[in-house]
Every structure is written in C-alpha cells, then in structure tokens.
C-alpha cells in the first residue's frame, strides 16, 4: 500500500499547510492559525471572497484531520479514501464543521459564523441575584411570592419588530450579523474586545423603517411583562444555596429563556450561629447554678419553642464549658435528620458589694473549697493594680510584630511570592 498522500489526485494535506510530513502538531497548529488568518473569507476584499472561501475550506480540512492523531495516522496510510464513503472510507472529514473547527482555534465563528463572529447563543443568559434570608426562614422553610417585571417575546410580531408581510431590510450597522464588537474596559488603560447585540437592529440583523415597525414593541421585538413568581426556599438550605426558576430570565427572539437563579444570603443572628447543619448559642448561667444545677429553659429556639435543660447538683459548670444537644440543630434538606445544638457556658457573677457584711463572707468562706497554698517568694512586692484592663491593648504601639498576630499576617502575604524585578 502507498504510505505518502494516497492514490493519484488526492490532496496533499501537508502541502496545503505548507509543513513537512514529519512536523509536531504544535508546528501544524501554528501554520493552520497563520493560514486561517491570512485567507479568512471576512479579511479579503469583497472579488477575492469565492476564492478565499474555497482556500480556508481546504486549510480547515487538513487541520481537521492532520491534528487528529488518529485520522493523521490514517491518512498516512490511506490518504483521503480513508473518508471517503465511495472508497470504503468512513470517517468522513469532507462533512467537518468549519465553524467548529475556527471557533475551538480562535473563539469565533468560520464560514457560517457572520463573518467572525460568535454563533448567536442558542440560549438568552441565566440572570443571578442575591436573596436574603434569616436564620429562622432557612430552618423552617419559606415560600416567597412575588411578581416579576421580564422581557417576552412580543406576542403581535412574534418577535420579528415588523409588522405582517414587511420586507426587511439588511441593518447596515452590523451588515446584517445582529452582533457588533465592541470594547469593554477591565481595568486602567485597559481593554477587550467583546461582542454584542446590535443597538441599531436590536440583534435582528434587520431594520425596518418605522412606519413598517411593529406598534406594539416599537420594532424592539420583546415587551415588558409583569409575571407572578413562587420562591421555595426548602428547611435545612444553606449560605449559598442556589435556587434556579427555569426559564424565567428575559426572553429574547430565536433564543430559548435562560433561568432566575437566586443565590441565598443568610442574615446574622442575634441568637444562634450556624456552621454546617450545627447550631451554636451563649447560655448565661448565675453563679449559684453553675455551683448547685438548675432545671429551667436557657433559650428559644428558632421556631418558637424553649429549649429546656436540668443540670444536676454536683456537677459544676464552669465558664466556656459547652452542653450538646443532638438533634436541635438544622434540618437536613429532604431528610428528617437535624443537626446538633451547641450551649456555651457564660457564668453570671454577682455584683461588687453584694455581700453586707463580713459574716456573710465568713459563712461564704466555710462553703466553698479553700484557696490555694500561698506561692512563698524569697522578696515580696506590694504593688497597685487597675482592674477592667483589656488583654488586646498587651503589646501595642511598642513596635513588636507579635501584637495582633501581625507575624502571622506577614507569613501569609509571602506565601507563595517569588523573586520580583527590580523597576528600572
């Protein structure tokens, strides 16, 4: 069997490309993009389009091929019967989509892509917002109605702008596209370049005059239009939680409807905190229960009921000790399980003074646990104390990166920072 381009009159792919039949793919990559630009349909004067288009044709063919592994390795063999039907070939390269094959290469549309353009979407965008929540709502659950203001298609033109039996006219704008590109600034003397609807046709690719114009969307081809809505926000959802209304977004002509998606923000609460399906909460305890249990309730709960809890005598709490509560936490979406609850100890002290005299103390003294063993110190200060200092002011303004944990800061901004030019 031949091994080079294949019987007598097929194409030679290589040569189309202009590289060796030993070249990379990535040198095969390079002369198709080279090629592609250089002989585009759209980059030509308007005489040298038929002529360009049967060039690019061909260049798009042998990449299509010559940078598939294995349809090279079969056209090494076969040359182009290997997808040729008639020949016994089945692979059918001719069929390529060119419009695919330049899209995946440069982000744009080929012969049948306007021009350089990007297709028109298929699909109008999904429109995302925010939506608050409590804390309360997420553990019972919520349904929200509401009405929504969206763009239709209008339903007198059918979304063509025009009235019935209106020639249009090719929009000179975007020579008939619907799109135009345009450039979106991302930054200080910086920009992109991006493709939109047209403004002049409304992304149509046509205009109409304006006596010919639809009277109902004013040649605009979509109409405001007030729709009642349902939110069903489940119990148990969580920070983040997207909740997607299909199909609710703006519509736009020869475009299927995008989705509403609300993306759920949960408010802070002045009670509970939330990590997972866990719920944590203060508890404040007076001394005399810390020291002898109680029975009593320590805090509602988020649907209203008390959370009741006996702490027997003997067992003392003490501050920042923590009681869990399985089960009393959230809901676990489309489940019966809940989460746990987590009761941190604040232990209430009494007042300066609230003793009367020194019996009292005296009586107090012989009920509680004695101190402990005096330290014994070779020298002895007698020394003034303010009381109510705070621990956060140790450190401060003396110039030592420890305070505030600002060493661990410095750490972190190192952290994966490499050698930098030095400015010349």
């Known amino acids: 069997m031949s091994s080079s381009s294949g019987d007598e009159g097929d194409l030679d792919l290589y040569a189309i490309l202009g590289v060796d039949k030993s070249a990379s793919p990535n040198d095969i990559k390079k002369a198709y993009r080279k090629l592609a630009l250089i002989h585009h349909p759209d980059k030509v004067p308007e005489d ?10 061909a260049i798009a063919q042998a990449y299509e091929i010559l940078s598939d592994e294995e349809k090279r390795e079969m056209y090494d063999v076969h040359g182009m019967a290997a997808f040729d039907p008639s020949r016994g070939g089945g692979h059918g390269a001719h069929g390529a989509n060119m419009d695919d094959i330049f899209a995946a290469m440069f982000g744009m549309g080929g012969m049948g892509g306007m021009g350089g353009m990007p297709r028109r979407p298929k699909r109008s965008p999904d429109e995302e917002q925010p939506y608050k929540v409590t804390l309360e709502e997420l553990y019972k659950g ?16 059918k979304g063509t702008g025009a009235k019935e039996n209106v020639k249009p006219n090719k929009c000179e704008r975007c020579k008939g596209r619907g799109l135009v590109e345009a450039y979106q600034s991302i930054g200080p003397n910086m920009a992109r370049q991006v493709v939109i609807p047209c403004d002049h046709c409304s ?21 405001k239009e007030t ?11 969580m920070q983040g939680d997207r909740i997607v209304l299909e199909g609710e977004a703006d519509q736009l002509p020869d475009q299927a409807p995008g989705d509403l998606i609300f993306h759920l923000v949960e ?14 909460a203060d ?47 959230m809901p676990v979406k489309k489940s019966d399980v809940k989460g746990d609850l987590y009761l941190v100890v604040k232990i209430e002290f009494p007042e300066d003074g609230w003793l009367q005299d020194d ?13 402990a063993k005096p330290i014994e110190a070779e020298e002895v200060d ?8 705070d621990i956060q002011e140790m450190g401060a303004h003396q110039g030592d990166p420890r305070y505030g944990n600002d060493w661990e800061d410095d750490d972190d901004d190192d952290e994966g920072a490499g050698p930098q030019c030095a400015t010349q």
């Open 48 to 57: 040298q389009r038929p002529e360009a288009e049967v060039k690019f044709k």
């Open 142 to 157: 919520k349904t929200v109605k509401f009405a929504a203001e969206k763009q239709i298609v209008c339903r007198q033109c």
């Open 203 to 223: 992304g149509s690719g046509m205009h109409y005059k304006e006596k010919d114009r639809c009277k109902k969307c004013k040649g605009k081809r979509t109409c």
């Open 227 to 237: 729709k009642a809505l349902e939110l069903y926000i489940p119990p148990g959802s």
């Open 267 to 280: 408010e802070p609460h002045d009670v509970f905190t939330r990590i997972g399906h866990d719920l944590s």
């Open 283 to 329: 508890i404040n305890v007076a001394l005399i229960e810390a020291l002898s249990g109680f029975s009593r309730v320590v805090v509602k709960h988020l649907d209203g009921r008390g959370i009741h809890i006996n702490h027997p005598r003997g067992k003392v709490l003490r501050p920042g000790d923590v009681l869990k509560v399985p089960g009393e936490g």
């Open 359 to 371: 019996s009292q103390y005296d009586a107090l003294a012989k009920l509680l646990p004695p101190p």
């Open 382 to 389: 007698d020394v003034e104390y303010e009381s109510g200092a």
